[in-house]
């Protein structure tokens, strides 16, 4: 509990960003402690110049060495309180929330590999250990069609039914067809959120959150309390993809959420797939460029699967 409270005070701290947090943890030998415990700034000396503008200069000591460092990441680092750490704990704790660290073993090397991964992931259920399973990603626009929703229910529930993982972001449309369609068959369905487990977003998937706590798994790098923001869902999405080995298109529009997770799985490595849809749509105009500039085409689960059946044959039924 010691350990995890440093975790916690090292992922929430303000004025810090995510790959010098990284940084940090590589310097320090992936010890939260030592970097709290780090000597930091020794001493500070004033100096006014000419113009009468006070300027701080400080003497670096034992963050010095770490690539990056910044003056205004050195001041943050100054900032010892852990009473935002101890709320999150007794927070989680209440809510029967684990809090996986990147150092843990447990921790998906899928996930950990990628460029800037989360430090923390707050898990809500039975989070599969991903990295010895087939695990598809499915995003959709929010303003889906009424095909893109029959088409990715239809789709999760083959993907389930045949042994793989379906991950989406429980937002309201595609990914909700996605999460419904993986429960319906019975399988087991991962969503990943941009906020506080405490915090129902949206509102209308109060269900859906309710049965994948039971039947799944629910995973946020933002402790309890976070508000799900705008700004979020976009830092959110590297982590859906990051955990899979495909992500799905459903359906998007040319300027859509969805695209922004193909174009993370890509610079990831990871294959990218997508539903054709109706020529001229508006629904359907930013998945059939997907397909028009090399993703592959589905129309059905099999058409993904069977590029990780040799790989995983333990995992993957074969239903042809």
């Not at 309390?225 to 040319?254: D, K, M, W, Y």
């Not at 922004?260 to 998945?287: E, K, M, N, Y």
Request: net charge negative; glycine share 12%; charged share 25%.
């Amino acid at each position: 509990m010691a350990e995890r409270k440093y975790w916690l005070w090292l992922a929430n701290l303000r004025g810090v960003s995510g790959e010098m947090k990284l940084a940090l943890l590589r310097h320090f030998e992936n010890d939260p402690e030592a970097v709290y415990w780090g000597e930091g700034v020794r001493g500070v000396d004033r100096i006014v110049p000419l113009g009468g503008t006070m300027e701080l200069s400080f003497i670096w000591d034992g963050f010095k060495m770490v690539e990056g460092m910044s003056r205004s990441a050195l001041e943050a680092l100054e900032n010892k309180s852990t009473e935002a750490a101890d709320r999150i704990l007794g927070r989680c704790d209440e809510m029967g929330l684990r809090i996986l660290a990147i150092r843990d073993t447990d921790y998906p090397d899928r996930l950990r590999n990628i460029y800037n991964p989360p430090l923390l992931l707050y898990v809500q259920g039975r989070m599969p250990q991903f990295d010895e399973e087939v695990a598809v990603a499915m995003v959709g626009s929010r303003r889906i069609s009424a095909y893109g929703l029959e088409a990715g229910e239809r789709l999760a529930f083959q993907l389930a039914s045949l042994g793989a993982v379906v991950v989406s972001g429980l937002a309201a449309g595609g990914d909700s067809a996605a999460h419904r369609g993986a429960l319906r068959a019975g399988g087991l369905t991962v969503g990943v959120i941009g906020g506080g487990h405490d915090i129902l977003y949206p509102r209308e998937s109060r269900c859906l959150y309710e049965d994948l706590a039971v039947r799944g798994a629910i995973l946020s790098e933002y402790p309890p309390g976070t508000e799900h923001q705008a700004a979020h869902f976009p830092v959110r999405n590297r982590i859906i993809s990051g955990l899979c080995q495909a992500v799905v298109v459903i359906e998007a529009p040319e300027a859509s959420g969805a695209l922004i997770t193909a174009s993370r799985a890509l610079d990831q490595g990871r294959d990218v797939f997508a539903l054709p849809g109706q020529v001229g749509d508006w629904h359907c105009v930013g998945s059939n460029l997907l397909l028009r500039d090399g993703a592959g085409l589905v129309t059905d689960a099999w058409d993904i699967l069977v590029h990780y059946k040799d790989q995983f044959p333990h995992k993957i039924r074969d239903m042809r």
